[in-house]
């Protein structure tokens, strides 16, 4: 079975500060990956996707990450957060194929607070 | 163009009662899903559906039901709630390939 694991909980930063969020998964074939964030209140979007290509993607409002096969990672980057971006973060991750139906395993989630 | 609908947003039940969520997505999507989301646990799949008259059990569906009727719908059910059901469900669908999932706003169910 897949798993997702992210490594921190609760990310406190000040605005400006660099943004890094770590994601691994344990999944022996291909695997699509994503990233979702949750704002408070509201429900999940979609911030960027891997399926093939490009280790390197880049998504919504800044955030990039970049997929790293050999360390089963797909860490989450922004250079410059803002107080905006206060929110959950969760990766998710899809074991590639017919059968996978699309069904996504999520990491436990990580709470970004962004101070002024 | 809605995207995906839930009903209802809020719901308290007691031991026992039986209630029953309804999502709704007007994309066309084949596949929906119910998760539940839960502090520190992220989100985990109950049931989904590869389409209209077709039902799986994700990774925890002890306690759940789910019926897919008609395409667009996908009904979540709980025939004895229980306090340990007390959580936030979302719905999901999406098409086959490579797509993310579209989610709806969220029940938040409180089991007393």
């Known amino acids: 079975a897949q798993s997702v694991s992210q490594h921190n909980h609760h990310v406190i930063l000040s605005e400006a500060a660099s943004l890094e969020l770590g994601c691994n998964y344990s999944y022996g074939g291909t695997v699509n990956l994503f990233w979702y964030v949750q704002y408070p209140g509201q429900h999940l979007q979609l911030l960027l996707k891997?399926?093939?290509?490009?280790?390197l993607v880049k998504g919504i409002k800044g955030f990039e990450a970049e997929f790293i096969k050999s360390k089963f990672s797909f860490n989450l980057r922004k250079p410059s957060v803002q107080w905006s971006d206060t929110a959950e973060y969760f990766c998710a991750v899809n074991g590639g194929g017919g059968t996978s139906y699309g069904k996504l395993t999520f990491g436990q989630g990580t709470i970004l607070t962004v101070h002024p | 163009n809605a995207g995906v609908t839930q009903t209802p947003k809020f719901r308290v039940l007691k031991t026992g009662q039986s209630m029953t969520l309804l999502c709704a997505q007007d994309?066309?999507?084949?596949?929906m899903y119910w998760y539940r989301q839960d502090p520190g646990m992220g989100l985990r799949l109950i049931h989904y559906s590869v389409g209209e008259g077709t039902t799986a059990k994700g990774e925890v569906p002890d306690g759940y039901n789910v019926s897919r009727l008609k395409k667009q719908n996908f009904l979540l059910g709980l025939e004895s709630a229980a306090p340990s059901q007390t959580s936030v469900y979302f719905c999901a669908s999406t098409q086959p390939g490579p797509s993310g999932q579209f989610f709806g706003p969220g029940t938040r169910l409180t089991v007393l």
């Open positions: 891997y399926f093939s290509g490009d280790p």
């Open positions: 994309m066309n999507h084949e596949y």
